[in-house]
């Protein structure tokens, strides 16, 4: 088992940004592939970006892509997610998430471990 804790999240304007970072230990060995996803009240939850373990297969959602970027370092136990030009559709909790597998084609499959989030609030 992984354990994740999320920080980072805050209040920012439309068109900011903003950096999340994630610290994981555990059984990180064991990590197939990791990313971030969020959940908004009364919306489903919605994997946004990962990748595999070695970096080779990577997904982006077309909600983010393009804005978002995400940086896993499996040595140092981090993984941090920088989000550029925040929309009024952007607020969620934020979290960081370890997942059976990520591929391009098909993205999150299995969610395992998850971090309890971090709130991200954007609004003049």
């Known amino acids: 088992q992984v354990q994740l804790v999320e920080s980072g999240g805050g209040l920012v304007q439309p068109g900011g940004s903003l950096k999340l970072s994630c610290e994981f230990s555990g059984s990180v060995h064991e990590i197939h592939g990791i990313g971030w996803f969020r959940q908004a009240p009364g919306k489903e939850r919605e994997g946004i970006i990962c990748s595999s373990k070695n970096g080779n297969e990577t997904y982006v959602s077309a909600s983010v892509k393009g804005r978002f970027t995400m940086s896993a370092d499996l040595l140092k136990n981090t993984n941090d997610l920088e989000m550029n030009e925040l929309k009024i559709d952007d607020p969620a909790a934020y979290y960081c998430?370890?997942?059976?597998?990520?591929?391009?084609?098909?993205?999150?499959?299995?969610?395992?471990?998850w971090g309890p989030g971090t709130q991200v609030t954007v609004s003049s």
């Open positions: 998430t370890t997942l059976f597998s990520c591929t391009s084609r098909v993205g999150f499959m299995g969610y395992e471990d």
